[in-house]
Each structure stands twice: as C-alpha cells, then as structure tokens.
C-alpha cells in the first residue's frame, strides 16, 4: 500500500448505529487530519492531530470522536449521526517540521469514505 | 482570517483547448496555495503549490499557475485539455510546516466539463 488509504470506501448507516472510519498513511508523516465534504460547500477541517496529539477540533459535534493509536492511523468513531451528516470524509497527512525554516506544508489525502446516514 | 473564492461554479471547454480556472485569496500573510484536483469517487490529489520564487509554478499533468500578488490571485492554466482532465479542482491557501497555524483552507471547487 502507498499514500493514505481509508476504509470502507462506502458506508450506510442508521441514525442509531455506531460505526469507525479507518485511516491510514504509509508516508511516514506526523500529523493527519479528518475533513467532511459536504455538496457545494467547502472542505471543512475537522480534526488534526500532530505527533498523535490532538491540537484542533473545530467545533465538531461529540457524535464524532477521533482516534489517533500512533502516527500513521487514524480513527473516527461515528454514533448517533443525523441525515446532516451524510458527506465524503476525507484523512489527509503531512509531515510537520519542527519550526524554523518556512516551507509550504503539503497535505496528501486519502479517497474518502462516502458516508450515508438514514 | 484566510479565505478563498473560486469565481467559476462549473466551467465546460472542448477537448483540445485552452482552460484557466480562476482562484482568488485573501490570506493575512505570505501566501502558500495549492491546487487540487478531485476525480470522481476519489481523493484530492496535488497538483501543484506555490510558496517563493518564480511566480509560473508547473505541476503535474500539464498544469500550471501564476501567482500574481498584486490581484491576489493564483490561476491555473493547461494549454490543451485532455477528457480525461475532467473533474473537480480546488484551490487552498495554507499554513507553513511547523507552525502553529494547521488549516488549509480551501474554496468551493470548479467542475470542469470536457466536450469531445
């Protein structure tokens, strides 16, 4: 396996189930990130996770829990979702450099888990 | 706070002619922008970025972009388009590699149709 892969590819869902979305990298890279994308809206960033750690999560609804066990996978507990949250969740990663030099970080992503809640 | 517009929702060329997708940001310091491209079903995948230096940057696939700082703007261009280039490209504006700034943020997309 090369870059990010995610499993399933596909998921159908019923509001009351609990299902995980899998990520993983093969980039050896030290962060990764889940993002929803959703029709005619933006890719929103949903969490990331640096050197295993959690440092952003923006304002997603607790029905979402990240997991991230070590450095090249990452989770995403799903229960309890609505219809709303029916999208294309897509992992991506990057590798952080410790600071200093500036250079563009490159986020490579995964081909996402289409996701239908009913 | 760092935004993009991509102007055009959906565009349609015939193969064999020339494309440029438009991409405007607004980003509070120096500009890193990607381009991305998205086939159906799948991922996004890097087609080129810009942080320095000559301002034409080549990527993969025939692409290229011009960041002119003066209009805010980083088009991408291909001189000829191929069926195959037909998918969603997405324009981002992010952060640099070890700060504390983590977010890529992208514009909406524009669907690119080619024509035989």
């Known amino acids: 396996e090369t870059g990010v892969t995610q499993t399933p590819r596909h998921l159908v869902m019923g509001m009351t189930n609990k299902k995980s979305l899998k990520c993983e990298q093969h980039?050896?890279?030290?962060?990764m990130y889940w993002y929803k994308q959703s029709a005619k809206k933006p890719l929103e960033l949903m969490f990331v996770?640096?050197?295993?750690?959690?440092?952003e999560n923006n304002s997603v609804p607790s029905r979402f829990s990240p997991e991230c066990p070590n450095s090249s996978h990452l989770f995403l507990h799903l229960h309890t979702l609505q219809p709303e949250d029916s999208a294309l969740y897509l992992c991506?990663?990057?590798?952080?450099?410790?600071?200093?030099?500036?250079?563009?970080?490159?986020?490579?992503f995964g081909p996402g888990t289409r996701l239908l809640v009913l | 706070a760092q935004s993009v517009t991509q102007p055009d929702i959906h565009i349609t060329v015939s193969e064999g002619a020339s494309l440029e997708l438009r991409c405007n940001y607004s980003?509070?310091?120096?500009?890193?922008l990607f381009w991305y491209v998205q086939s159906p079903g799948q991922g996004l995948q890097l087609l080129l970025k810009?942080?320095?230096?000559?301002?034409l940057v080549q990527g993969i696939k025939g692409f290229e972009a011009e960041f002119k700082r003066s209009q805010s703007s980083f088009n991408l261009r291909k001189p000829s388009v191929h069926w195959s280039d037909a998918a969603e490209y997405f324009c981002?504006?992010?952060?640099?590699?070890?700060?504390?700034?983590?977010?890529?943020?992208f514009g909406k997309g524009t669907l690119l149709t080619v024509n035989p």
């Open positions: 991506a990663s990057s590798q952080r450099l410790a600071g200093g030099e500036e250079v563009p970080e490159t986020q490579y």
């Open positions: 980039l050896g890279h030290n962060a």
């Open positions: 996770y640096s050197l295993e750690e959690r440092v």
């Open positions: 980003y509070g310091a120096t500009p890193y």
């Open positions: 810009y942080f320095s230096g000559d301002t």
């Open positions: 981002a504006v992010g952060p640099y590699s070890g700060g504390s700034n983590y977010k890529l943020t």
